[in-house]
């Protein structure tokens, strides 16, 4: 018995530590958290997790949102059912495991958090047509990363339960068509936010794929950082990190886009074709790197 828990528990582990870096410590965060909910209300702390939402949910009110600006990302990592927190976190396992290999743990945590802000804002901007509840849960971040998925890989095919393969783009597009017909149901499902982070997802992405890498920029601002930071090389720092930039950001961006100029031409659809049917036998881990890289860059094209 101690045999099978043995493999399972390291069977989980290594799954999970398998995980991109960025996407391990949000679904991380995630579960702690309703975890931690879950058993306060279970001993008897139910009004500690009421007023726990009530100070970290996000408000559609003006007012609240300006004097109380955490709220607009503090929302994402509080969940109201194991349901809730199951769905949200799968769907960012099974998509945003590629969108972060693809383009890095900073520009994956720009589009999931900025996609969850985004949400809220759409979400306050809208608030005089909806009723004023308080919003929790990481839907808007979610589907924000589910557009940047689309986006990159089109072509993918998604199998769900009881449903032949259904390309991603296709799918996402079938999820947001939903929220926009039940916009109006008064389900106490927060469709606008869904909505507003799955619209910042694509703006954000959009963005980066035009030649806006936040990584650099991140990068840039940490270096500034560090140069104040270090006694007696303050100007020595701040020359360096120039320097950095000057000759490091701009050329790199560049260069991959020669190079993928150049990779996308020597590959046809047949290439394609034969990733996709091998994603439909062992699934996207079963490709290796260049296979994953190969996707995206054909995807794109196509």
Do not use: C
């Not at 990592?77 to 290999?101: C, D, I, K, Q, T």
């Not at 990159?152 to 998604?158: A, E, G, S, V």
């Not at 799955?198 to 601002?221: N, P, R, S, T, V």
């Amino acid at each position: 018995m101690s045999m099978y828990d043995d493999s399972f528990g390291s069977a989980l582990k290594r799954g999970y530590l398998g995980l991109p870096s960025a996407l391990r410590v949000i679904l991380l965060l995630n579960v702690v958290i309703f975890i931690l909910q879950s058993l306060i209300t279970t001993f008897g702390g139910g009004a500690l997790v009421s007023w726990l939402i009530g100070a970290f949910g996000f408000i559609p009110e003006w007012q609240t949102s300006l004097l109380q600006p955490w709220r607009l990302v503090t929302y994402l990592f509080l969940h109201g059912s194991v349901l809730h927190v199951a769905f949200n976190m799968l769907w960012l396992w099974w998509m945003g495991r590629p969108v972060e290999e693809q383009l890095g743990p900073r520009n994956f945590l720009v589009i999931y958090i900025g996609s969850g802000v985004g949400g809220a804002l759409v979400n306050l901007v809208f608030s005089p047509f909806f009723p004023a509840t308080i919003t929790i849960g990481a839907s808007g971040a979610v589907f924000g990363m589910m557009v940047a998925f689309a986006m990159l890989f089109p072509r993918i095919p998604i199998m769900l339960l009881f449903l032949p393969p259904i390309q991603a783009r296709f799918l996402v597009a079938g999820l947001i068509a939903i929220d926009l017909l039940l916009i109006s149901a008064g389900d106490n499902v927060a469709r606008i936010v869904h909505l507003g982070g799955a619209l910042w997802g694509y703006i954000i992405l959009k963005m980066y794929l035009q030649g806006y890498h936040y990584d650099l920029w991140i990068e840039q601002f940490l270096q500034r950082f560090r140069s104040r930071k270090s006694p007696g090389g303050t100007r020595a720092g701040t020359r360096s990190s120039a320097g950095t930039s000057a000759s490091s950001g701009p050329r790199n961006p560049s260069m991959r886009k020669v190079a993928d100029a150049e990779i996308v031409e020597e590959y046809s659809q047949d290439e394609l074709d034969r990733i996709l049917d091998k994603i439909s036998k062992s699934g996207y881990e079963g490709l290796t790197a260049e296979e994953k890289r190969l996707l995206f860059e054909l995807s794109r094209k196509n």
